[in-house]
């Protein structure tokens, strides 16, 4: 276990308020030694360099006062408790892929999980980078399109017209969806909520594209799936219609 190190988190975001809490579940680090950045104490933040603190997760050495960043600090806490891959985790053929990884994802967090700013304290949202939203913007429409092309030749095979016409119902409308972003006043953040939204409705959609399952079940799994994004993605809407208003 890591005694002197503290990681400060974005806990406006739930991916990053979740991981490093299985860090401190697998004892990586202390449970003292888990911070909010939004609450976080002033000394810490005064070590950091607050902009880059933003975009990459720092992990403070309270000791040294020396600080790490990003894919670094989360290789630290994992060489420390993996020693042996320590030269794994640093090899040329891998961490340049982690790294670009982790910059996709942190660069993203904010529309992937998609919350709102936090009402008070330090506000760690990155910045908008074009690089890393469309590469997000690729992979996660590629992957939906891949599972709704799975999705049709599934359809294809059952013989029932009610089936096919729900699939394509619902494609048509996530289509209009990706193409009504397009004129949103802030189309970037509006057209990756629904990249993300069309995303985990291809997912949740996996056991009828990979399994032939009773129809039965596989309408009980549209209709979940449906839920649970158009729920969402309500949720997403009015996060982003506060955050544009609270611009004006």
Not at 21 to 48: C, I, T, W
Not at 135 to 149: R, T
Request: hydrophobic share 50%.
């Amino acid at each position: 276990m890591l005694r002197n190190k503290v990681i400060l988190y974005d806990d406006s975001c739930p991916m990053c308020s979740m991981y490093t809490s299985v860090f401190v579940q697998m004892k990586l680090l202390e449970p003292g030694h888990r911070v909010g950045l939004s609450h976080a104490n002033p000394a810490y933040l005064d070590k950091l360099d607050l902009q880059r603190a933003r975009h990459e997760i720092p992990l403070l050495d309270c000791e040294t006062g020396k600080v790490d960043y990003g894919i670094d600090a989360l290789l630290i806490i994992f060489s420390h408790k993996y020693p042996r891959f320590r030269r794994l985790f640093y090899h040329k053929l891998v961490r340049p892929p982690l790294y670009a990884l982790y910059q996709v994802i942190t660069y993203n967090r904010r529309v992937i999980a998609g919350t709102a700013a936090p009402c008070n304290g330090f506000n760690c949202a990155p910045d908008f980078n074009l690089k890393y939203r469309a590469l997000y913007l690729v992979i996660s429409l590629g992957s939906w399109f891949a599972l709704m092309v799975g999705l049709c030749a599934r359809a294809a095979t059952v013989n029932e017209s009610m089936f096919l016409g729900a699939v394509f119902a619902i494609v048509t409308l996530q289509a209009i969806a990706i193409l009504s972003c397009l004129r949103a006043p802030n189309r970037w953040d509006y057209g990756s909520n629904t990249a993300t939204d069309l995303l985990v409705f291809g997912l949740l959609l996996i056991p009828t594209v990979l399994f032939r399952l009773p129809l039965l079940v596989v309408g009980a799994n549209l209709v979940f799936a449906v839920a649970i994004t158009s729920v969402d993605f309500g949720r997403r809407m009015r996060n982003l219609s506060q955050f544009n208003v609270s611009l004006r």
